[in-house]
């Protein structure tokens, strides 16, 4: 039988990486490279992140609390507010931010990777994962939200092949409202996970 939190971690590791905002995240990568290359690079980026999600999985806190000698109600605190960040430098600055965060063109894998990626809200989640579940019913729920999210980015890669010509406007419409959108997601998320960094950091403290 599936445990009960197993849907509730899939879901969460699949808003964290918001495919919308990953979209919008690629949208030169997506135009710049041929639908093979694009696949071959999305699934190496893929694979290497679920690589670091599964050992955090399996890990969990430990690796804070042994390795880093840090708390883990810091990590959520901290991965909180850099996703607070990102938001509002989205909803004031739009598109124009993706092109400063991502960085140079030529460190296409590590820009890819960091920090939608791998970054604090998606380990957070991969670290809940293994402490709600069963090790192997946590690397299920890692691997099929990042399916679902590779697939989904695919699947984009070839609606934008298919509209760059034809639609263009709507193309540029959806960069635009989706990340919006996105944004606020982000910013949401941001704020839970600062609220359950403190909440953690109350039940150490008592």
């Known amino acids: 039988m599936i445990p009960s939190h197993f849907a509730d971690s899939l879901?969460?590791?699949?808003?964290?990486?918001?495919p919308l905002l990953m979209s919008i995240y690629l949208i030169d990568v997506v135009k710049e490279l041929d639908r093979r290359t694009f696949i071959r690079v999305i699934s190496r980026a893929f694979l290497i992140s679920g690589c670091v999600f599964l050992v955090f999985a399996w890990a969990g806190d430990a690796v804070f609390v042994r390795v880093l000698?840090?708390?883990?109600?810091?990590?959520?605190?901290?991965?909180?507010?850099?996703?607070?960040?990102?938001?509002?430098?989205?909803?004031?600055?739009?598109?124009?931010?993706?092109?400063?965060?991502?960085?140079?063109?030529?460190?296409?894998?590590?820009?890819?990777?960091?920090?939608?990626?791998?970054?604090?809200?998606?380990?957070?989640?991969?670290?809940?994962?293994?402490?709600?579940?069963p090790i192997g019913y946590a690397a299920l729920a890692i691997i099929a939200a990042?399916?679902?999210?590779?697939?989904?980015?695919?699947?984009?890669?070839?609606?934008?092949?298919?509209?760059?010509?034809?639609?263009?406007?709507?193309?540029?419409?959806?960069?635009?409202?989706?990340?919006?959108?996105?944004?606020?997601?982000?910013?949401t998320i941001a704020v839970e996970m600062i609220l359950k960094g403190i909440e953690l950091w109350l039940l150490e403290v008592r």
């Open 11 to 18: 879901i969460l590791m699949l808003v964290l990486f918001n």
């Open 146 to 187: 990042l399916t679902a999210a590779c697939l989904m980015l695919i699947v984009f890669k070839y609606l934008h092949d298919y509209l760059k010509s034809r639609r263009e406007s709507v193309l540029e419409r959806y960069v635009e409202i989706a990340g919006r959108i996105s944004a606020l997601v982000i910013g």
């Open 69 to 133: 000698q840090v708390r883990f109600a810091a990590f959520l605190m901290f991965g909180g507010i850099v996703f607070l960040v990102l938001g509002l430098r989205y909803l004031t600055q739009g598109a124009k931010m993706i092109e400063t965060l991502r960085g140079p063109p030529e460190h296409l894998a590590g820009s890819i990777a960091m920090p939608f990626m791998i970054g604090p809200g998606t380990v957070s989640a991969s670290v809940l994962a293994g402490a709600r579940l």
